[in-house]
T-cell receptor
């Protein structure tokens, strides 16, 4: 069945460091791919998405490119801030929705 | 690892009837559970935050009288779709927050696919 594998955390970075959170998937067909963010005590918020191969999703300085050849959708940000501290979930939608396990990011001043 | 179950996994009902979906945390207590709705090929939409022992907090635009949420215990939250309509057909996902060493970790249920005829 469809699945998402996400880089395990926790990830701790200093402010202004470069962030990469790896995400790979297996799916039949052509899924849409998403990154969600969850702040403490809140529900998921959509961060960005890509619906077809080579699409790049971007939002708030975060980017991810849909790579069909490597079945990946890695999340990147060039300079993280303390306010980016949260849990990040990679997800796909094909027939059903599947989530990665989540990666906790802590950014220190 | 922690497991969250949902029941039923699929349900077909007639328009006008009510459908109850259960979300259970199987091996941990969850003071907070979330209910999401996902339309085909579209993103997840947060419907409400379910808190054990208190009223759910609904997101803007979600009808609280139509989508009744009850969080009766630390391991069970239910979503009841009342007077179901074909437009309510969707994929409903719950998640449960587990507090581990002072940090929250969210675990997702497998989802419930609802089809209203």
């Amino acid at each position: 069945g469809d699945s998402v594998t996400q880089m395990e955390g926790p990830v701790t970075l200093s402010e202004e460091a470069f962030l990469t959170i790896n995400c790979t998937y297996t799916a039949t067909g052509y899924p849409s791919l998403f990154w969600y963010v969850q702040y403490p005590g809140e529900g998921l918020q959509l961060l960005l998405k890509a619906t077809k191969a080579d699409d790049k999703g971007s939002n708030k300085g975060f980017e991810a490119t849909y790579r069909k050849e490597t079945t990946s959708f890695h999340l990147e940000k060039g300079s993280v801030q303390v306010s980016d501290s949260a849990v990040y979930f990679c997800a796909l939608i094909s027939n059903d929705m599947r989530f990665g396990a989540g990666t906790r990011l802590t950014v220190k001043p | 690892g922690a497991v969250v179950s949902q029941h039923p996994s699929r349900v077909i009902c007639k328009s006008g009837t009510s459908v109850k979906i259960e979300c259970r945390s199987l091996d941990f207590q969850a003071t907070t559970m979330f209910w999401y709705r996902q339309f085909p090929k579209k993103s997840l939409m947060l419907m409400a935050t379910s808190n054990e022992g208190s009223k759910a907090t609904y997101e803007q635009g979600v009808e609280k009288d139509k989508f009744l949420i009850n969080h009766a215990s630390l391991t069970l939250s239910t979503l009841t779709v009342t007077s179901a309509h074909p437009e309510d057909s969707s994929f409903y996902i719950c998640s449960a927050n587990r507090l581990v060493v002072g940090q929250e970790t969210q675990y997702f249920g497998p989802g419930t696919r609802l089809l209203v005829l």
